[in-house]
């Protein structure tokens, strides 16, 4: 009886088991294809607003109000050809895109979108998203130098030195959340932020949350700090070379990132999928709007604010660019980190 029942439950754990890889690899085909949707359609939305923005329409040719342009785009870039350089080192060259896409995908996973709703719950989500981020970087130095181009490699070596030096300000711009909550755990860090009245760390973190954002535009290479692809310097940069979809993936992992970062930006400093127990103390029927719709709308008012600041701002030069990331916001970022450890400490 004992070696039936111990088979029982071997199956029992085995269909379990099943059970939930089923789960996971269904919340992954969600969250993919809903993020490559977003992808696509971000182009769209970005060249609509900055037409807005400059007095023009934007795309208006491909279905009403030129909706499907992003499907007109993907087909065509499938469909062109795939021209790899005479001198390029061919392997590498290969391969690069594919690093940014699997770094901004594989960030997808710890990130939890509403309550109960993550990939991958992991107790060090925040730090492993920093990482993902870091590796992306490598995509992007491999292009460079595996080109053999000068203007490539020019992009390269700038995409190298900006990402070293924004990676340690956003780091340490969340050093004070980390503080605040208590943990590295995005799930944690929402749920300690619903302890306050305020609902968010934006209040009492706003210095970070300035170092974040400014931060997160150059680590994604946005304007103003898009020295890396500087189409009046450099062509391109970095992805010149390429064509047909690797370039495509370029393009993808760039608005991944976009996403990424304002998850992050959501989750750490905006209250992620709640609201503020100030107002829906206030207002009890916000209760019953669902939490998927706060932090969607949380993250596209952050994409906004990328179109906002690529159609306001003009392109930094390279050494402001350091002079910004080293002088201002590190120095700023550390101050956060000494006055946050003072008051947690005297709390």
């Known amino acids: 009886m004992n070696i039936f029942g111990l088979f029982d439950g071997l199956i ?4 379990s088991l099943a059970l939930n890889i089923l789960i996971i690899i269904v919340k992954i085909a969600v969250v993919v294809g809903i993020t490559m949707l977003h992808v696509a359609y971000a182009t769209y939305f970005e060249r609509k607003v900055i037409g807005h923005m400059q007095v023009r329409l934007g795309p208006m040719r491909v279905g009403p109000h030129g909706i499907l342009q ?4 993907g087909i065509k870039l499938f469909f062109k050809e795939d021209i790899v350089p005479d001198g390029a080192d061919k ?3 290969k391969i690069a895109p594919i690093i ?39 995509g992007i130095v491999m292009s460079g130098w595996s080109s053999n181009s000068k203007y490539s490699f020019l992009g390269g070596l700038r995409s190298s030195a900006q990402v070293i030096s924004y990676e340690i300000a956003i780091g340490l711009s969340l050093v004070g959340v980390m503080i ?3 943990s ?30 400014v931060a997160a535009f150059a680590e994604t290479n946005r304007a103003p700090f898009d020295l890396p692809e500087a189409e009046s310097e450099l062509v391109a940069g970095y992805f010149v070379e390429y064509s047909g979809m690797r370039f495509a993936l370029f393009y ?5 990132g976009m996403i990424i970062m304002s998850s992050i930006a959501v989750v750490c400093f905006w209250g992620g999928w709640t609201m503020p127990p100030v107002i829906t103390n206030a207002v009890p029927a ?14 596209y008012f952050h994409i906004f604010l990328y179109y906002w600041i690529r159609a306001t701002l003009p392109r930094y030069r390279y050494d402001q660019l350091m002079a910004l990331g080293w002088k201002v916001l590190i120095p700023l970022a550390l101050a956060n980190i000494v006055v946050t450890a003072i008051v947690k400490f005297m709390s």
């Open 12 to 15: 029992g754990m085995q269909g």
């Open 70 to 73: 992003p499907i007109a785009d």
């Open 91 to 93: 392997p590498v060259f």
């Open 100 to 138: 940014p896409v699997f770094a901004a995908l594989s960030s997808l996973a710890v990130i939890p979108f509403f309550e109960g709703f993550v990939i991958a719950d992991i107790n060090i989500g925040l730090l492993y998203i920093l990482a993902m981020s870091s590796l992306g970087a490598y």
């Open 180 to 182: 605040m909550a208590g």
């Open 184 to 213: 590295l755990s995005l799930n944690d860090i929402v749920k300690a932020q619903q302890q306050h009245w305020h609902g968010m760390y934006l209040i009492p973190q706003f210095i970070a949350y300035f170092v974040f954002l």
């Open 252 to 256: 993808a992992a760039e608005y991944m």
């Open 286 to 299: 916000i209760k019953m709007v669902p939490g998927i719709v706060w932090f969607v709308g949380k993250v």
